[in-house]
């Protein structure tokens, strides 16, 4: 029987692909899936790591584009609108409609502009939302506001409403979240470089860097003291006006620890990337999409 004690000694979130399984009143936990390990891809030319990204990305599409209609989570900024490019080579018989928050009083705001351009060009209907009217921490009390844990967003109400409205069109979204995760340069590249005496390589990449920015890359020196300084790529402060029987009924303490834990990187070739990416906000942003819809990120 799982009682209320049993329940405390369980997280109320697990890191990503891991699988939580209780029987006989023990509990299990085990990792199911990670992120692979792949070699380095080595091209002959930048047109050709292009291309190479474009086939990834088509055959990422291709494979989330099961329905015949799909909402598109379409900001003026790249990632989305390649998203969406993309998806129209994929699915071109498949009905998109794209859903655009904008501002139009409240600060200097283009993403109207830009995103309309991208509608436009790919013969996608958007729809505007105005945010310009809601307010901090609009509708925190709400019940469909509720999170499995705190969760700091002055703006929630803005994007719950944009899935209420988006989800009457489909249940499957695609979104240019996570793009700058993964695109991240790693600052451990060049030490990686050097312990495995590929000069040859730094060469030509360094000629590369030269043609196209007018400049040397930066080594990174500073940031890569300043990451194993702290040991840790960020730090969340613990606040200190928590009531203390939540913090022990909850083990606040513990989550904190884990929160600020710098694990060992692994072993790939981007390993900042790869941290970023499975720790950042990209898993909360999923988390909230899931109350209303099925976002699809290729």
């Known amino acids: 029987m799982i009682t209320q004690k049993l329940l405390s000694r369980i997280y109320l979130r697990l890191q990503p692909g891991h699988q939580l399984t209780l029987k006989s009143r023990e509990i299990s936990i085990r990792k199911y899936w990670e992120l692979p390990f792949e070699s380095e891809i080595l091209k002959a030319s930048g047109d050709e790591y292009v291309s190479e990204f474009a086939r990834l990305l088509d055959l990422a599409l291709k494979d989330r584009l099961r329905t015949e209609r799909v909402g598109l989570f379409l900001s003026g900024g790249i990632d989305s609108g390649a998203v969406a490019s993309a998806a129209k080579r994929a699915g071109p018989h498949i009905q998109f409609n794209a859903f655009t928050i904008v501002y139009d009083e409240l600060m200097p705001d283009r993403e109207r502009y830009y995103s309309g351009l991208t509608a436009k060009y790919l013969g996608i209907p958007i729809n505007y939302q105005r945010a310009d009217h809601y307010c901090l921490y609009q509708g925190w009390n709400r019940e469909d506001f509720f999170q499995p844990e705190p969760y700091h967003a002055p703006l929630l109400a803005v994007s719950m409403d944009r899935f209420k409205i988006a989800s009457s069109f489909s249940r ?72 203390r029987d939540f913090e022990i009924r909850t083990r606040l303490i513990d989550r904190w620890h884990d929160l600020n834990l710098n694990p060992p990187l692994p072993n790939y070739h981007r390993p900042e990337a790869h941290q970023i990416f499975i720790r950042s906000l990209l898993a909360v942003f999923v988390r909230i999409s899931m109350i209303q819809a099925q976002p699809a990120f290729p």
């Open 172 to 243: 499957v979204f695609l979104t240019g979240e996570g793009g700058d995760a993964i695109l991240r340069p790693s600052v451990s590249y060049l030490a990686q470089t050097l312990r495995r005496f590929q000069f040859g390589r730094l060469i030509k990449y360094g000629f590369l860097h030269i043609k196209e920015y007018g400049r040397l890359p930066r080594i990174g020196i500073r940031t890569r003291y300043r990451h194993n300084n702290k040991g840790r790529f960020w730090f969340y402060s613990y606040p200190d006006w928590i009531d």
